[in-house]
């Protein structure tokens, strides 16, 4: 189970590996199994007196049962500067290790993408991506988290309260916290001469904006499109296929075309190219069809190419730039924001 947060404030956030309706509905589903197999057991020992098999069966129902009602908590107290990690079952904590600010030296956070060698052919969106936060300190830890926003909020967090360094491991290299840090080798990178990346105004770079990009957009649209023109037919002139007991009655067909539209809209936004722009001591940052968020240029801290996903990591949230980006890419994309990054 990974970590994610359940309560935040400006002194304190709260991690547990559980929580959230889903894991509610799993916990309940478990435990009535553990419950199920548990009655089974004691029954049926009744029934044939078979003692061994009953037990048997009963372990299994408790292997269900038991660990649904234990939670992992982490708790990053920012007024006493202290981490303290507990295990608790049905309410009790049995198990807590604490590490100060003084015995921790060190964060870092990493990844990896499951059986990544069989996967290379598939669609990086669909690949399953693990995060790790490792504490270096006494004792040590490394921690699973839910995803890369609360991975990135924890350990600003940490950076901002406590006296502890801030790493990031990418392509088996670990890189500072910064923006310099963020860096090839304290490099810069110039902008590649193809067109996935490229500046396409003042002040403004597009991502995934090359030939394939832009194909992939268009064609994407012009399926979408089509489809919205078809189902609209098929609401407008209905009386041209009357007789067929296929066609639906109106609301049906109106229902349908929501639905067509609702799906293409889809398709055209998620193969939207990212665009970046600097505007008034702001990243304007539009990588969608309708929606572009503002970032403070004070708030950014750059961008970084993490398990195959390029990055724009800010103090207020990431960003997803693009998929299956060269590394170069993403470090020229990194080098383009520095001049404007106020860090």
Known sequence: MSYKICKQTDERIVLQDTGGIVDFIFGIVWAVLGLGLVYIAWFGYQDSGDLLMSIAIALVGCCFFFPVFKVNRLVIDAVNKEIIKTKSWFGIASEQETVTNGNLSMIEMSGFIYNELESVTEDSRQRRRYYFLRFYSYPEWELSMRDMPT?????????????????????????KFSALGLLKNYQKVDLPECSLVAETGFQQLGVGVGGVGRIKFWLSSLMSISWIVIALWLVLYTDVLEGFDSIPVLPLQIAVLAFVTLLSGLSINASFPATLKIDHGHLIVKNSLLKARRYPLADVIGAVNFLDITFLLTKNGVERLAHNLPNQHSYAIHTWLLPFIKR
């Open 151 to 175: 991975m990135l909020n924890v350990a600003l967090f940490i950076e901002r309260h406590f006296d502890s360094g801030v790493a990031i491991k990418t392509e088996g290299t670990r890189h």
